[in-house]
């Protein structure tokens, strides 16, 4: 580990820190907000259990093409945590011969992991569902990027797009100027090569977060109102839209404190806790690995540096399914976004 990556690990070890010890302080009057642990203890699901793991997700690197405004990874074009090939092969050879369905594949943006290829490859040698969580404009970004559409097409990877909103208003002051446009045009490229059509199996999927201190609206009127919007401006399709509730937690919990809404939305997702939500949580059947190989109950703890419980789990070189199966799932303040009217995943709304 080169000096300035230890630098740079000791800050956000900090910065983990300061963003637990600021989700758990007392509210402005004094009182405590209600701990996540005591409203799962309410509603019999404490402690929270795994169900079965079926979803493998691995965080390949943090470093970005874009920096948008609400993302909980602090992703970037400075950052330099990458995970390594042989990180990778540690990967495959713990999930090769399990159950395990669906490796999903996140970032930063994953695509710029320079061995990003050769896994997506590999997995797809082990007859594994292969997810790309993709920002789109890395297609543009370069042209090593350009012919991705059909990379992905060959594969049969399902590719499931940030998209905050049809404007281009709304999706640029949250991601950037001119993310909107380049977003539309990757759309297209992945149209073409038959993503989003109707009897090609090659699924797209896009995803809402809200702009401000907003939980999403409802996913299923949302999406309708995509497809229209897109498809009547641009003649774009695709299959699913994910609404997503934006998590306290790094840039997006730093626009909450500096804009002074942080007190208010967390309260809103409090008061908005949902029993059926909590019973169908994706750390449930997930399991988060990081770009470096250690293990987390979700994207979000990883972020958080909230380590898996049991020392003896922490690393995938010590992949052990059925005591993960059995290990009792790390809370705290910031679940209550995955909790909150609908509910919130990767996959969009659980209840």
């Given at each position: 580990m080169t000096l300035a990556t230890l630098k740079r690990r000791q800050h956000l070890l900090s910065y983990a820190k300061k963003q637990l010890d600021f989700l758990n302080q007392p509210k402005?009057?004094?009182?405590?907000?209600?701990?996540?642990?005591?409203?799962?203890?309410q509603t019999g699901l404490d402690p929270l259990k795994p169900t079965k793991i079926d979803i493998f997700q691995v965080n390949v690197g943090y470093m970005c093409n874009l920096t948008c405004g609400h993302c909980h990874v602090d992703a970037g074009p400075d950052r330099k945590e990458i995970m390594t090939r042989e990180t990778m092969q540690e990967c495959i050879n713990s999930i090769k011969d399990t159950d395990i369905s669906t490796v999903d594949l996140t970032g930063g943006a994953p695509e710029m992991n320079p061995d990003f290829r050769w896994f997506v490859e590999e997995l797809s040698k082990i007859n594994k569902?292969?997810?790309?969580?993709?920002?789109?404009?890395?297609?543009?970004?370069?042209?090593?990027?350009?012919?991705?559409p059909e990379f992905f097409a060959k594969h049969k990877v399902e590719v499931v797009c940030s998209m905050p909103h049809f404007t281009r208003l709304r999706t640029d002051s949250q991601r950037g100027d001119g993310v909107f446009d380049k977003s539309i045009t990757c759309l297209k490229m992945l149209n073409e090569v038959g993503y989003g059509k109707e009897g090609t199996g090659l699924?797209?999927?896009?995803?809402?977060?809200?702009?401000?201190?907003?939980?999403?609206?409802?996913?299923?009127?949302?999406?309708?109102?995509?497809?229209?919007?897109l498809f009547d401006a641009f003649g774009i399709i695709f299959n699913d839209l994910y609404?997503?509730?934006?998590?306290?937690?790094?840039?997006?919990?730093?626009?909450?404190?500096?804009?002074?809404?942080?007190?208010?939305?967390?309260?809103k997702l409090i008061d908005s806790y949902n029993p059926d939500a909590a019973a169908n949580v994706m750390c449930r059947?997930?399991?988060?690995?990081?770009?470096?190989?250690?293990?987390?109950?979700?994207?979000?703890?990883?972020?958080?540096?909230?380590?898996?419980?049991?020392?003896?789990?922490?690393?995938?070189?010590?992949?052990?399914?059925?005591?993960?199966?059995?290990?009792?799932?790390?809370?705290?303040?910031?679940?209550?976004?995955?909790?909150?009217?609908?509910?919130?995943?990767?996959?969009?709304?659980?209840?």
């Open positions: 402005e009057s004094g009182e405590q907000f209600t701990s996540f642990e005591s409203k799962l203890n569902r292969v997810i790309v969580r993709s920002n789109l404009t890395i297609i543009l970004a370069n042209p090593k990027y350009n012919d991705l699924m797209l999927h896009l995803v809402h977060n809200p702009s401000g201190a907003f939980m999403p609206g409802s996913q299923e009127s949302l999406q309708k109102e995509f497809k229209k919007k609404a997503i509730t934006n998590l306290p937690i790094s840039r997006y919990l730093d626009y909450l404190i500096n804009s002074g809404n942080y007190e208010n939305y967390m309260q059947n997930t399991i988060s690995i990081s770009w470096d190989g250690y293990l987390y109950d979700c994207d979000f703890n990883q972020m958080l540096e909230m380590k898996l419980k049991d020392e003896n789990l922490q690393h995938i070189r010590n992949f052990d399914l059925e005591a993960l199966e059995a290990r009792e799932i790390l809370v705290n303040q910031h679940c209550y976004g995955c909790t909150a009217g609908s509910g919130s995943s990767c996959g969009g709304a659980t209840s």
